[in-house]
């Protein structure tokens, strides 16, 4: 969901934009205006995310899965390894990508034995003492499990913030490059912002295809064709409305209260239940089962009554999902809370 703010704002420039006599779809990549919407983009994202100077900010293309081939492709060199923590779908496909693009990718940790709903301990974490990075996904969107923290290991840190991003509040110094796939929480389909610290991009290969290759995006400031103008633009609006409402911190407070009075409400049901270990239940997305799976249908059919949409899980676990991201407002979160307290009074007087 994207801010309704936001929408207005594309809505007014959708013909016309900044005075310019025509949209953002129809500027020029090569455009003074298109590199100050990019220089916008990249010092919010900046001082938002408080990212150190020295780490180069990258937009790439193919999204957070083409990253997952990327990253061991352009920093791993010959036999090099690199440890993946596989906590659910995201980052089990995260690993097998990367297996595609080095067999010597090793797995340190698995949740599989859980069925991803509690994170390895980290005491059964095998590192191997060679990597030359940890890559894991902070939060598992599908199944709403969350890293409590960011992994304390001796070798740079790889995090997927694809549904995270600019709803917590990290300290991002901790990562030697962390990713996001800009549609979930930062703006319309078509780009991933990819950040990496100097001494990992210094190792990055330079004899791959430019389209391919992070050392190109960054020293071509991310233009090796055309990028997605409508996308960067929409993006550019997402990060001031972000910064408008007080940044980062604000964002993560809000989106705590809006996960707290979901979970609340599903713990002291009968009707719902979440299924992931506690102490790594995700603030951005919450996952719950009805008791009688027969109910679902009926669940969302009744939700979409009252405008409350998207609620159906992801077709490999089922159940239901709640996505908070920064662009729902908590009258949102409210409403869907209502509804399901007023679902389950239905139900109990039924039973
Ligand atoms: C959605 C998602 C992806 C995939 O993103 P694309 O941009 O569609 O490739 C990867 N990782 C996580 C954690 C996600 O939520």
């Known amino acids: 969901m994207l801010p309704a703010e936001v929408l207005e704002q594309v809505k007014k420039d959708l013909p016309v934009w900044n005075g310019l006599g025509y949209s953002a779809m129809e500027i020029s990549h090569r455009s003074a205006e298109f590199s100050a919407l990019l220089d916008q983009i990249e010092s919010d994202l900046r001082s938002l995310m408080r990212i150190p100077d020295d780490y180069s ?21 010959g036999r090099e390894t ?47 003492p060679e990597a030359v990075f940890l890559h894991y996904v902070h939060n598992e969107t599908i199944a709403g499990l969350m890293f409590p923290s960011i992994p304390d290991v ?36 078509g780009l991933a ?8 991009l210094e190792r990055c290969r330079d004899n791959l295809p430019d389209m391919l290759s992070y050392r190109a995006y960054a020293r071509n400031r991310s233009i090796l064709n055309t990028p997605p103008t ?3 633009y929409v993006l550019g609006l997402v990060l001031r409305w972000v910064s408008e409402r007080g940044g980062v911190k604000v964002m993560h407070r809000n989106t705590v209260a809006k996960s707290d009075l979901l979970y609340g409400l599903i713990d ?34 009744q939700a979409e009554r009252r405008s409350l949409v998207s609620l159906k899980g992801h077709r490999s676990v089922g159940g239901m999902r709640a996505s908070l991201y920064n662009g729902m407002p908590m009258e949102g979160v409210q409403a869907l809370h209502d509804f399901m307290l007023e679902f389950e009074r239905d139900w109990q007087k039924g039973r």
């Open 57 to 77: 900010v990258l937009l790439v293309q193919g999204g957070a899965t083409l990253q997952f081939s990327l990253l061991p492709m352009n920093l791993l060199h």
């Open 193 to 200: 912002v990819l950040v990496m610290a100097p001494e990992l």
């Open 82 to 128: 690199a440890d993946y923590l596989t906590t659910g779908s995201w980052s089990s496909k995260a690993f097998k990508e990367a297996r595609k693009a080095n067999s010597n990718v090793h797995e340190a940790a698995t949740g599989a034995q859980h069925n991803f709903m509690s994170l390895p301990e980290r005491d059964e974490w095998q590192l191997s």
């Open 154 to 189: 001796d070798v740079p840190v790889i995090s997927d913030l694809s549904s995270c991003i600019l709803s917590l509040d990290m300290d991002v110094s901790r990562m030697g490059a962390f990713y996001a796939g800009v549609q979930k929480n930062m703006g319309p389909a």
């Open 230 to 232: 409508f996308t960067c």
């Open 268 to 301: 002291q049901s009968e009707l719902y239940a979440n299924p992931i270990q506690k102490s790594a239940r995700s603030i951005t997305n919450i996952a719950f089962t009805l008791a009688d799976p027969a109910l679902d249908e009926k669940f969302l059919q």
